[in-house]
């Protein structure tokens, strides 16, 4: 299996659907399950899509982690402005955007693991991980 | 969580009872399944996701495009398990709200409900009622040594908590006044202070404060913009307005509260009410101050707590059960 990180630079909607197949693809290929393939495709898509809306680019990293669990690892990273209250934005019931989107405590939700890091003006790093059950 | 094995020989077989023979009672199955999946914290993507799984095993040659029908449906649908997921979780935090917000509310009436003093020549009447959970009317009885009676009835314009925690504040005020509380203007200059330093200048507080000395059965009264009351003469037999000028609570630190007075005779009355009484409102609109006079007058031979009750049962029928603001109602009638 190709083990290098998969990077996809986001600047558009395109890399976006970039972003979801290339996380879906490599999820396929470690063994998980439909659903879960899907949950990690939408969790990447939210990552991308708020890189796309808030920071208007940055970079999507897809790896596998090869360890005792085994699992896939998605870190989103941008230069943007950052988030200001971090304990709000991981609250339920909270966008920015007012709009649908899952937002981080979804991603949080379809993924095992979740780390966020983000500086105001300075930009924000998650790392989402998946394990193989 | 529910063992995915078990989960899924399960659903094939109410599944498989239901294509072979098809009934009102396998569509019920159906929907027990759904509420065993729902406490067991199973998303609708799971479920989904079971069923296309099921489907596969049955048409293991499943036409290719019906199957990416499938994927696309399960797509879709994790979206809505997360908005299921979130809707789980803000109805915890809803619970634990709702059990914070009770124990406030069981403070708070430990703080509101006082002892309602007993008199020979007097008798006392109260009801206080919250329009949710927690109230922001206040009222205290207090009775020295002397015998007299003192008697505070006070609103935070407002209602619910930020209202409420006002009104702890007023009582730790009340608390804090000498027992000789022989000026009613006095006290309420007092309190004024204390709010006008205390609380937010967007929120205002009403009062009455009346002190009834019983050796010369006269009320020493003033108020601080609070709803007027109504007077009772026997005598002529009729409901004056228990006037008294002064400002609200708060707004300035240098008001002065004039101070009045009535004298009481035997079979006379001191109502005296929260807005919440005087703003209730029914089909045709605000309750009318006459017409709680008259809801009284239809009462009068009863004892006070009698009228009392009696009056917020009725108002509280004319709003269709549902107070939209705090509701307090006192009265006093002079007996010997």
Redesign the interface.
Known sequence: MNIAPNRVEIHNEWDIVRARQSGRERAKELGF???DQ??I??AISELARNIYLYAKHGEIIISVIDGEKRGISIIAEDNGPGIRDLRKAME??YTTSGG?G?GL??VK??MDDFDIVSEEGQGTKITAKKYLR | MIDHKELYQHYRKLLIEHMERKSEKTLYNGQLFSRQMMENGVSP??VL?LH?DVIKEFYPHMDEKFQSAF?FL??AM??YG?AY??HQ??RY?QRQLESEIDIAADVQQSLLVGEVPHYDFLDIGVISRPAKRMSGDYYHFVKDEQNCLSVAIADVIGKGIPAALCMSMIKYAMDSEPEQRTKPGAVLENLNRVVEQNVDPSMFITMFYGLYNESQHRLYFASAGHEPGFYYSSNKDEFQELIAKGRVLGLDRSTKYREYEKNIDVGDMVILFSDGVTECRTEKGFIERDEIVRLIRQRMHLSSQEIVDGVYKELERLQDFQLRDDFTLIILKREV
């Open positions: 399950g439909h659903v899907a949950r495709a939408t339920d019931g649908l899952a405590p979804g939700r379809l | 993507e799971d996701s296309i994927d399960l797509e994790i979206g997360l997921r979130e979780n803000l935090k």
